[in-house]
Nanobody
């Protein structure tokens, strides 16, 4: 299973961006999908996570501004980011966990996307 993220870029404070991350490769079932970010000199932190049933969890710093959603038919997770602030500047990574099926065997997986840069100017 591979994850391909897209949608980062440069935006002014107060602006919006939408990130996408699509999973592909073989036969699999995804449980949770999420977005994480890592700013220079800081540890990677959870931004938002969504379960297969649509339950969501957000970091306090993004509540009310960011919205995570997923399209299970497309194995894709989205992050709509509004009212962006300079402190949102980071590399954003998508993550997915689930079960892949290969040769009659079920194998748990946890994968990371390649990261996409989000830069918010003041």
């Amino acid at each position: 299973v591979q994850l391909q993220a897209s949608g980062g870029g440069l935006v002014q404070a107060g602006g919006s961006l939408r990130l996408s991350c699509a999973a592909s490769g073989g036969t699999f079932r995804i449980n949770n999908m999420g977005w994480y970010r890592q700013a220079p000199g800081k540890q990677r932190e959870s931004v938002a996570v969504i379960s297969s049933g649509g339950n969501t969890n957000y970091a306090d710093s993004v509540k009310g501004r960011f919205t995570i959603s997923r399209d299970n038919a497309k194995n894709t997770v989205y992050l709509q980011m509004n009212s962006l602030k300079p402190e949102d500047t980071a590399v954003y990574y998508c993550n997915a966990d689930g079960v892949s099926m290969s040769w009659g065997r079920s194998i748990d997986f946890n994968r990371w996307g390649q990261g996409t840069q989000v830069t918010v100017s003041s």
